[in-house]
């Protein structure tokens, strides 16, 4: 099982990325994939879900809205599509694979992600 990040850069304030997910050694529509992401300083926080074919997305407060993530479950690849960029919004972004069990009320708590990509980074400045 290999999950690798990928699309962080140096993008100014209100700007967009799209970060990349591709999986590998599972099927992608089996299992639920979230984006995390931490600052400087700060915890690792769940930024946005998705699960399972037809299980639907979630997103935190602090980028719904903002951001989309979708999945491409022919190129096995999830991405998280990243609008209005604020400087809050630098961190390392990760992705990992979870279990089909979180839902709306867990999706964000580690302790049910098992697989975790090397992170890429996103800087927002001017």
């Known amino acids: 099982v290999q999950l690798q990040a990928s699309g962080g850069g140096l993008v100014q304030p209100g700007g967009s990325l799209r970060l990349s997910c591709a999986v590998s050694g599972f099927t992608l529509d089996s299992y639920v994939i979230t984006w995390f992401r931490q600052a400087p300083g700060k915890e690792r926080e769940g930024v946005s879900c998705i699960r399972g074919s037809g299980g639907g997305t979630y997103y935190s407060d602090y980028v719904k809205g903002r951001f989309t993530i979708s999945r491409d479950n022919a190129r096995n690849t999830v991405y998280l599509q990243m609008y209005g960029l604020m400087p809050e919004d630098a961190a390392v972004y990760y992705c990992?694979?979870?279990?089909?069990?979180?839902?709306?009320?867990?999706?964000?708590?580690?302790?049910?992600?098992?697989?975790w990509g090397q992170g890429t980074l996103v800087t927002v400045s001017s």
């Open positions: 990992a694979r979870g279990s089909s069990r979180v839902n709306g009320g867990t999706w964000y708590r580690e302790r049910w992600y098992n697989y």
